[in-house]
């Protein structure tokens, strides 16, 4: 009975996981970063666990200032921030850059982790099979 | 030495032992804020705060510092792996640290004679509270390396009273990120350098977990333990973070 219970909290994971794996694979064709700003004094509304940064808030001036889309197939749409003489905004285009190259590298770990997550989890039920 | 205005803490997740096996992050409970309409309890993300002095030039060296105590943990654990992997639990063998390492090993090799002695009484393991104990903990375990690779996360930057930049990544790695309006280039450099260091220490607790468990698979096979590849994974754990912990307490001589 115990050897039961393992096998089934192996299998559990495994298939918790994979799940999650399936989920991340159709989820994972688009990559998008946006970059907002926002006055100091509305700063503090925005922090603290659990704030929805979905949700819209009353009166907020957070303004959308730079946008990254990149789909599976490369295609990618930009929208540059501007100032107020319609020049772009290097210190926030910069910015937001310097995030689309960290947000690219942080799905590639994280497809690598997922990989030998489920790699160690296959083997494990495998042995525990046997 | 790290000063009172200073601080790197983590809420929402649950660590193996409620302590950040890196030494980096102090674990807080998870609070919910004032502002939320509805106030469950329920944590969805985690939440990664980095609190730096107003002063640039010692935020910077502050950062830098972790960074590099980041790095150097991840050498470590390069080490460790490779040790864990030529580890024979059959043969008395001496790692090749150069550290004190009765300890951990002494405490792994233990957990590994105890379960190794559970298998050979299959017959009443069932009725053992030690092994209904530890089966437990080792589903826990599990549930928690599937919550820190699921949950989102927040990443909240201040050098001294003002709040620099927000940044929330979703499930999926979407990046959203808001900054103070008045936020200057170095400021929001050092956000980056918050977001980095934060996403760097969730992969390399990843790492760790990961380690945990083939650690175990690969030990369960050497001394032939029965389930011991779920069983030995706390025990794995454990020695893993203990030797980070010894490691990283090494002088380096020059």
């Not at chain 1, 495994?14 to 100091?40: C, G, H, Q, W, Y």
Request: aromatic share 8%.
């Amino acid at each position: 009975m115990a050897e039961n219970d393992l096998r089934r909290a192996v299998n559990k994971f495994t298939s918790d996981l994979a799940a999650k794996a399936e989920s991340f694979v159709n989820d994972i064709t688009t990559l998008e970063v946006r970059t907002f700003t926002t006055p100091s004094h509305e700063f503090t509304a925005l922090v603290g666990d659990g704030v929805d940064l979905e949700a819209p808030i009353d009166g907020s001036h957070m303004q959308l200032r730079a946008y990254t889309k990149i789909n599976f197939d490369c295609d990618t749409t930009i929208c540059l921030p501007v100032d107020a003489n319609n020049q772009v905004d290097r210190s926030v285009w910069d910015m937001h850059q310097t995030m689309v190259e960290h947000a690219l590298k942080s799905r590639q770990e994280m497809l690598r982790s997922m990989g030998d997550a489920l790699a160690s989890a296959l083997r494990a039920l495998q042995l525990a099979s046997e | 030495m790290i000063s009172r205005d200073v601080s790197f803490s983590v809420s929402g997740i649950d660590f193996p032992d409620g302590v950040d096996p890196l030494g980096l992050w102090q674990v807080e409970k998870y609070r919910i804020s004032s502002f939320t309409v509805d106030a469950s309890p329920l944590m969805t993300e985690s939440v990664w705060r980095i609190q730096l002095p107003d002063t640039l030039e010692e935020a910077q060296n502050i950062m830098q510092s972790q960074q590099y105590n980041i790095e150097q943990q991840q050498h470590y654990l390069d080490i460790i792996e490779s040790q864990l992997a030529d580890y024979n639990p059959k043969e008395n063998y001496n790692l090749s640290f150069v550290t004190d390492r009765d300890s951990p090993l002494a405490t792994l090799q233990s957990s590994i004679t105890e379960i190794s002695a559970w298998s050979t009484a299959y017959n009443t393991t069932g009725a053992n509270p030690d092994y209904i104990r530890l089966y437990e903990q080792c589903e826990t375990f599990l549930g928690r390396f599937k919550d820190i690779m699921s949950l989102q996360r927040r990443i909240e930057t201040r050098t001294g009273q003002n709040l620099v930049g927000l940044t929330h990544i979703d499930w999926k790695g979407d990046y959203k990120t808001i900054w103070e309006k008045q936020a200057t280039p170095p400021a929001m450099h050092l956000h980056i350098k918050s977001v980095n260091l934060a996403s760097t220490s969730r992969m390399v607790v990843l790492r760790i977990i990961s380690t945990a468990v083939s650690g175990a698979l690969s030990i369960a096979i050497k001394a032939a333990i029965p389930g011991g590849q779920i069983l030995l994974i706390p025990a794995v754990y454990h020695f893993v973070s203990d030797m980070l912990r010894e490691l990283k307490n090494i002088p380096v001589h020059a």
